[in-house]
């Protein structure tokens, strides 16, 4: 990481670090996901057609997802974006099927974070791990570079959605997307880059940026892993508490720096 790396995170609200793991520790990675097969009725582990979707907080029942979070390549990274001490806010896997992965719309992460959690700022990073090589037919991420500058932005309205249930965002039906007008509006500005990277690469990217991904019509798998993490002085404050495995409450430092990055 240096100054122009920064620079263009704070520009754009995302920037890709290629071969940051090893095909053996990418390998790892995805054998440790059939860890998961068999406990599909587990709350944090979320199913569309009895296949996985996400598996939520893996830390909590799998070593070496519980070290890979702690990784100083992901946390140093992290520190520098955020300029503050951080903690572990949100791990999830994203994984999409062969032929069955679904889509996600385009949305922004805060506005769940700041309206169901209580988080007052994005103040917040998150790393995306890819674990397979992803091509444009896999339903890799898709970024309008800039978009984070809106804020948050106004939502596409979905009357069949309760906007109060704090769970319904787990599912391939967000609640919280952005309206179609806006992200025309800023794809026509800036475009839209679809994130055709190889396994082991990280992408770092803003709370409050666009992103969306298509569905999985390929016969390879396209896995992920998001961590998301938060500055220890943006702890959440909402009352109505979502489950610890989607809002950490375990809110332990995982850098202490008194030099934080001055770039």
């Not at 598996?55 to 992901?74: N, T």
């Not at 690469?201 to 940026?209: I, Q």
């Not at 909402?238 to 770039?263: A, F, G, M, Q, W």
Request: aromatic letters at 12%.
């Amino acid at each position: 990481m240096d100054k122009s790396q920064i620079e263009s995170y704070k520009e754009n609200g995302y920037i890709i670090l290629e071969k940051i793991f090893t095909p053996e520790e990418v390998n790892k990675y995805k054998n440790e996901i059939s860890y998961f097969e068999d406990k599909k009725k587990l709350p944090n582990v979320i199913c569309e057609d009895n296949k996985i979707r996400s598996i939520f907080a893996p830390h909590m029942d799998s070593q070496v997802y519980a070290d890979l979070y702690k990784d100083s390549r992901l946390l140093n990274v992290a520190q520098k974006l955020v300029k503050e001490n951080l903690y572990l806010y949100q791990y999830k896997l994203n994984l999409k099927e062969p032929f069955l992965g679904k889509w996600w719309e385009w949305h922004q992460d805060y506005p769940y974070w700041h309206f169901d959690d209580g988080v007052a700022s994005p103040d917040m990073t998150s790393a995306m791990i890819y674990l397979d090589d992803a091509k444009s037919f896999q339903g890799p991420l898709m970024v309008i570079p800039g978009s984070h500058k809106e804020g948050i932005a106004k939502f596409k309205e979905k009357n069949t959605l309760d906007k109060n249930d704090i769970l319904n965002s787990l599912s391939s039906n967000l609640k919280f997307t952005v309206d179609d007008s806006i992200v025309k509006a800023y794809a026509d500005q800036n475009g839209i880059e679809v994130l055709e990277l190889k396994a082991g690469s990280v992408v770092f990217f803003h709370p409050n940026l666009f992103h969306a991904s298509t569905g999985n019509l390929s016969p390879y798998e396209r896995d992920t892993v998001i961590i998301t993490y938060n500055s220890i002085n943006n702890l959440p404050v909402s009352e109505n508490k979502r489950p610890d495995y989607i809002c950490s409450t375990d809110n332990s430092v995982l850098t202490e720096s008194d030099e934080l990055c001055n770039l």
